[in-house]
């Protein structure tokens, strides 16, 4: 009896994208039709959150599927182990033909962490992963900082080519190069069996904040940058603060939301380079299954805050969207919370590969059939050792390490998350459920409260 031919899948990923500036999430400012039509005819999730709010950590969990503390890779510069785990691995390993053109932003030895072939990307290896290396030679060499403040990449942010866009320029165009090779080049004349796994993974909208001058002219008197913003009041959530009018003033804070803004336009055009790519190589959408989402979000001056590393819905929810229309109907919208790390399960299940085990993923099929009865409803986030997130319904807790004071937000109550209700009387049986969780996550120890 013949094989089931297993789906291809096309794995479309950006950088520090807010879940809310997209067309189809109801942002009536951003032009995103590529991924419009991806969730009208496919699976919405809009409640699908990072298991790290930062780049390194995030990509290393959604990859191995695993949260941070399970991966060891909990800060900025950590990697996977070389040969962990991860679903381009798994998918290799049962006849995958994995690969990836653009970010991975791996800093270990293996570069390549179960992908068969890397057309262009960040191949760079920190030195921390260099074997026997000469220590004071490096010392030498040391930068003062590791960038500058925020509010300079406010005030710098505008019309140009940073090198993020040129970055992706070239990540597509190796990918639309790949594509037309492998299903159209007549060289050997010879017909691609083997599945494929094709992810284009771009740099955009990560900072520095530049676009083209026809998308920055767009954005500059439509977008409303957030101008009035008071900081939470919490040691670590109202760090790195940007005050506008002191530091920033509010037109600079226009320009540079308006360059974001451009840059998410940007990656749009730029999916849909491959998706134009795929159809004029005869291959016919509706087979594939296709994923779209981001490592983190971005605060975007909200809370007063730019960048990420804030478990503000802002900074640690992503979009996320799942089109397979062969096997489910299009245009579901998932309200359940899930995580990044659960792609991992349902890439196992959609393309028939068996799971292998000690994963922190759960298969996103069920939600994608509309069956939500057995989901427990929990996503989690944590990096820097200390920090922890955890959603279960519309419930947000947040511990810090037993130096900083816990946060619970309502999202139901408070969706502008402006109000810590963790003393409240009404959540006390919540609270201490979240913080018997928080210790079976192995963070912190709550006997004295």
Not at 113 to 137: A, C, H
Not at 159 to 169: F, L, Q, W, Y
Not at 218 to 231: F, G, I, K, S, T
Request: with cysteine; proline share 6%; glycine share 8%.
């Amino acid at each position: 009896m013949e094989a089931m031919k297993r789906p291809n899948i096309l794995f479309l990923m950006s950088d520090e994208h807010r879940a809310d500036v997209t067309g189809y999430g109801g942002n009536e400012v951003i032009r995103t039709p590529n991924l419009d039509r991806l969730a009208e005819t496919g699976t919405v999730f809009r409640n699908a959150y990072t298991p790290a709010p930062i780049c390194i950590p995030a990509r290393q969990s959604m990859m191995a599927g695993q949260f941070p503390r399970t991966t060891g890779c909990e800060v900025y510069g950590q990697d996977l182990a070389p040969g962990h785990m991860t679903f381009s691995r798994r998918l290799a390993q049962y006849g995958y033909k994995t690969v990836v053109s653009g970010k991975l932003h791996h800093m270990g030895t293996d570069q390549m962490q179960g992908w068969t072939n890397r057309l262009y990307g960040d191949m760079d290896i920190s030195p921390t992963f260099i074997e026997d290396k000469v220590s004071s030679e490096y010392d030498r060499y040391v930068l003062p900082g590791f960038k500058w403040s925020d509010a300079k990449e406010i005030y710098r942010s505008g019309i140009g080519r940073g090198p993020c866009v040129t970055h992706d320029e070239m990540t597509v165009q190796c990918a639309v190069q790949f594509i037309e090779n492998y299903f159209c080049s007549s060289y050997y004349d010879r017909e691609q069996i083997m599945p494929l796994l094709l992810k284009v993974s771009l740099l955009q909208p990560h900072y520095p904040y530049f676009t083209s001058e026809e998308k920055f002219t767009y954005y500059l008197n439509r977008v409303r940058p957030y101008a009035d913003e008071e900081v939470f009041p919490h040691p670590f959530l109202s760090q790195r603060a940007v005050k506008p009018g002191k530091d920033v003033s509010e037109r600079e804070l226009r320009r540079a939301t308006a360059a974001y803004y451009g840059m998410i336009e940007t990656i749009d055009d730029q999916y849909g380079r491959v998706l134009r790519a795929l159809e004029h190589a005869g291959q016919q959408l509706d087979d594939w299954i296709i994923i779209y989402t981001s490592d983190h979000g971005e605060m975007l001056g909200q809370h007063g805050i730019w960048e990420k590393q804030k478990f503000f819905e802002a900074s640690v929810k992503v979009p996320l969207i799942i089109r397979y229309p062969k096997s489910f109907g299009g245009g579901r919208i998932v309200e359940e919370n899930v995580n990044l790390c659960d792609l991992f399960a349902t890439l196992c299940e959609l393309a028939g590969v068996p799971e292998p085990e000690g994963l922190d993923s759960r298969s996103l099929v069920p939600l994608m059939s509309g069956d939500a009865q057995n989901w427990d409803n929990e996503t989690i986030s944590q990096f820097n050792g200390t920090n922890l997130m955890i959603k279960r319904d519309h419930l947000k807790y947040q511990f810090y390490g037993p130096d900083m004071p816990e946060v619970l937000f309502d999202m139901q109550r408070n969706p502008e998350e402006t109000v810590n209700y963790l003393e409240d009387a009404e959540y006390t049986a919540q609270v201490e459920q979240f913080r018997l969780r928080a210790q079976e996550l192995k963070f912190g120890s709550f006997g004295g409260r």
